[in-house]
């Protein structure tokens, strides 16, 4: 029987995860796992968790003005999106009000993920409902595997069954670790209670709580998670490479199939090329931040038209290197 000392934990629960080191490494393409990332990237979200760690209330003045000054960007920007009319040049006070109200709803997002980077590690605590795991499920599964000797069935019945159920574990995103006992099926069942209790006490993972996380549905029917990991990479890409034009890091990321073949065909792009690909890649870039801001107001994946907050491109890559520290340009 394994024990303590052998580092049990470490066995099953291993520290240690694949190096994200480019940007091609960041492959996996889970929606419920795409939505993290977003999270950690969004300004809002990381907001809501710094007001919640400090204990603060958006009914303070000081805590309303920062949320404001989240999105507040240049004038121009707010009038092309027709949120500024006119001359006009500042929120006014019902455009402030609304501002303020609706961020209750990243808030309240924040309060069930809690801090994703750690950077307020401590200072806030997830409801008692809420516990957000390596695992995507949100009950754990338990079921019956197969039965030794059922009812004078062959053993190569019961190894087929556990052959199943391997396959099947397999090939489920995040499926958890789990006991596979042998229970006589005459023994007491006070007996059996006492024992699978203590394998649990002895094999669970002492860092990971019990509750698991409240699961906020996906919205849309139809969800292209290769798609949205490629507007993740885009997000990512604009502030690991602020140097390059949009078109460059395009190519880069092999957004568009057709100008990078194009650009193997005829060795350059024209002009044309490079502002049509320039717009393709700019719309991109805003669906990713739109994605990213309706996450953190709890629909993901969304790209309906949303107010976007400020990125800061160095707070931006600063959590770029929280979420993949051995990320390099």
Same mark, same amino acid.
């Given at each position: 029987?394994?024990?303590?000392?052998?580092?049990?934990?470490e066995?099953?629960?291993?520290?240690?995860?694949?190096?994200?080191?480019?940007?091609?490494?960041?492959?996996? &393409?889970?929606?419920?796992?795409?939505?993290?990332?977003?999270?950690?990237?969004?300004?809002s979200?990381?907001?809501?968790?710094?007001?919640?760690?400090?204990?603060?209330?958006?009914?303070?003045? !000081?805590?309303?003005?920062?949320?404001?000054q /989240?999105?507040?960007?240049?004038?121009?920007?707010?009038?092309?999106?027709?949120?500024?009319?006119g001359?006009?040049?500042?929120? @006014?006070?019902?455009?402030?009000?609304?501002?303020?109200?609706?961020?209750?709803?990243? #808030?309240?997002? &924040?309060?069930?993920?809690?801090? /994703?980077? $750690?950077?307020? @590690?401590?200072?806030?605590?997830?409801?008692? $409902?809420?516990?957000?795991?390596?695992?995507?499920?949100?009950?754990?599964?338990?079921?019956?595997?197969?039965?030794?000797?059922?009812?004078?069935?062959?053993?190569?019945?019961?190894?087929?069954?556990?052959?199943?159920?391997?396959?099947?574990?397999q090939?489920?995103?995040?499926?958890?670790?789990? +006991?596979?006992?042998?229970?006589?099926?005459?023994a007491? !069942?006070?007996?059996?209670?006492?024992?699978?209790?203590?394998?649990?006490?002895e094999?669970?993972?002492?860092?990971?709580?019990?509750?698991?996380?409240?699961?906020?549905?996906?919205?849309?029917?139809?969800?292209?998670?290769?798609?949205?990991?490629?507007?993740?990479?885009?997000?990512?890409?604009?502030y690991?490479?602020?140097?390059? &034009? /949009?078109?460059?890091?395009?190519?880069?990321?092999?957004?568009?199939?057709?100008?990078?073949?194009?650009?193997?065909?005829?060795?350059?792009?024209?002009e044309?090329?490079?502002?049509? +690909?320039?717009?393709?890649?700019?719309? #991109?870039?805003?669906?990713?931040?739109?994605?990213?801001?309706?996450?953190?107001?709890?629909?993901?994946?969304?790209?309906?038209?949303?107010?976007?907050? !400020?990125?800061?491109?160095?707070?931006?890559?600063?959590?770029?290197?929280k979420?993949?520290?051995?990320?390099?340009?």
């Open positions: 029987m394994a024990s303590y000392d052998e580092d049990i934990f066995k099953i629960f291993p520290k240690q995860r694949h190096v994200i080191s480019c940007i091609d490494d960041i492959s996996s &393409a889970y929606a419920p796992e795409l939505r993290l990332a977003f999270l950690r990237l969004s300004p979200y990381n907001l809501a968790i710094k007001l919640l760690a400090q204990r603060k209330k958006l009914d303070t003045p !000081k805590v309303a003005e920062e949320v404001i /989240l999105y507040e960007l240049p004038a121009h920007q707010l009038k092309k999106s027709k949120f500024f009319k001359n006009q040049e500042r929120f @006014n006070a019902e455009q402030r009000a609304k501002l303020v109200e609706g961020f209750q709803a990243a #808030m309240d997002v &924040a309060k069930k993920y809690g801090d /994703l980077n $750690d950077e307020f @590690n401590g200072k806030l605590k997830r409801s008692s $409902d809420t516990y957000l795991t390596t695992f995507h499920s949100n009950f754990p599964f338990l079921g019956l595997v197969g039965v030794w000797g059922e009812r004078g069935q062959p053993h190569s019945r019961f190894v087929s069954d556990l052959e199943n159920f391997s396959e099947w574990a090939d489920k995103d995040g499926f958890e670790p789990a +006991l596979v006992l042998l229970v006589p099926l005459r007491p !069942k006070a007996y059996v209670k006492k024992r699978v209790l203590a394998y649990l006490d094999f669970r993972d002492p860092r990971t709580n019990p509750k698991y996380p409240e699961i906020i549905p996906l919205k849309g029917k139809r969800i292209h998670s290769e798609a949205i990991l490629k507007k993740l990479k885009l997000l990512i890409c604009r690991m490479y602020p140097d390059l &034009a /949009l078109w460059e890091i395009a190519l880069k990321l092999n957004l568009s199939q057709e100008y990078t073949d194009r650009l193997k065909d005829q060795g350059e792009l024209y044309d090329d490079i502002i049509r +690909l320039n717009i393709i890649t700019s719309r #991109m870039l805003l669906q990713a931040k739109t994605i990213a801001e309706h996450a953190a107001l709890g629909s993901f994946p969304v790209t309906k038209k949303i107010r976007i907050p !400020k990125y800061d491109a160095e707070k931006t890559i600063e959590r770029v290197k979420i993949w520290p051995d990320l390099k340009p």
